[in-house]
């Protein structure tokens, strides 16, 4: 009877052999199918569908028409408070050149001196801008169509003063209202400020309203060159200030 071979000398180095070469010829393979299905998975979620673009631009939508109406307020508000800002520049001006003298009382060469007012706090808004200062802002001379010229309308008091005389002589108190240019288009009726409870805001009145005036204002305006008699001027002026003659002394 023959006997197995007990010695395992030469079989654990064989199949070590095998095992090295089986893996040597696995590992590659594996690798490269590994490799090969992750570079696919990659080229299959690259890229946005067509789906997530239509959400996306449904969301920016959304966020413009949300936001836009607040973006056309804060235009109109920049738009009104340049326009406001300009106005009041043109109202001193015009205070500045009767303060010179340079826009003189019945000076036919010359339009725009302030009309004689019964009551300033109930002064009428002008029917014409033919007797009207013109502040001409763009060069052009002044226009209705134009959106940055101004008229300027004057209106002085002085109960001191006959009906006919002339204000210069002792001062006066002086209304200043602003209109744009545009104001005096065809179509537009201008309202009395008097009669209107609420004025022209800078938030709320978005690109303004044409029927009335962008700025009011008020000034005192001393008399001009030599008066005849200095002391009544100054007697005028304080009863104008203090608004009782009795509170003057002289």
Avoid: H
Avoid at 19 to 31: G, H, I, L, R
Avoid at 202 to 215: F, Q
């Amino acid at each position: 009877m023959n006997k197995l071979p007990t010695d395992n000398n030469y079989s654990e180095p064989l199949l070590f052999k095998s095992a090295e070469v089986e893996t040597k010829f696995s590992t590659p393979q594996a690798e490269t199918k590994s490799s090969s299905s992750s570079e696919k998975s990659k080229r299959q979620d690259a890229g946005y569908t067509i789906i997530e673009s239509l959400v996306a631009m449904i969301v920016v939508s959304v966020l413009m028409i949300a936001i836009a109406p607040v973006m056309a307020f804060s235009v109109a508000t920049r738009v009104q408070a340049r326009r406001t800002e300009l106005a009041a520049m043109a109202g001193r001006a015009y205070i500045d050149g009767l303060r010179a003298g340079s826009i003189k009382f019945n000076d036919p060469n010359n339009k725009g001196f302030p009309a004689k007012s019964a009551d300033l706090a109930k002064q009428q808004a002008p029917t014409s801008k033919d007797n009207l200062y013109c502040v001409d802002m763009d060069g052009k001379g002044c226009e209705i169509s134009s959106t940055k010229d101004f008229y300027v309308q004057g209106a002085w008091l002085n109960k001191d003063n006959i009906t006919s005389g002339d204000p210069t002589s002792k001062g006066y108190q002086l209304l200043v209202r602003v209109y744009r240019a545009d104001s005096f288009a065809p179509g537009v009726k201008l309202k009395n400020p008097s009669d209107t409870p609420t004025k022209q805001s800078i938030v709320g009145s978005g690109l303004g309203d044409k029927t009335m005036p962008v700025v009011e204002m008020v000034a005192e305006i001393p008399a001009l060159g030599d008066t005849p008699d200095k002391l009544e001027a100054y007697k005028s002026l304080c009863i104008r200030l203090q608004g009782d003659s009795t509170k003057c002394k002289y």
